[in-house]
């Protein structure tokens, strides 16, 4: 029996960051914390160029996953 194998979304990339211009930059790769609280209302959290969390509307994000090697290696080096 195979198992089945879903890879958490661990980054984004800023699509607007209209009102948010000292916290996002457009193109930008963010790291996403998990918070079902907020992705229940259409957010997503970001540690943002403050280097803390804060949620976002969702749809200023393009989430992607990267090959495990390079998620690990981001993870490894960021803050938190």
Known sequence: MEKEQTQAVHFA????N???QASLEVG???RIVP???AQAHG???IIDESGEDY???ANRFYSIE????????LL???CK
Do not use: H, M, W
């Open 66 to 73: 990267l090959p495990a090697d390079v998620e690990e290696l």
């Open 28 to 30: 930008k790769l963010y």
């Open 43 to 45: 957010l997503v959290r």
């Open 35 to 37: 918070d079902l609280q």
């Open 55 to 57: 949620a976002f509307s």
């Open 76 to 78: 490894a080096t960021s």
């Open 18 to 20: 209209e009102g948010y």
């Open 13 to 16: 990339i800023c699509l607007n």
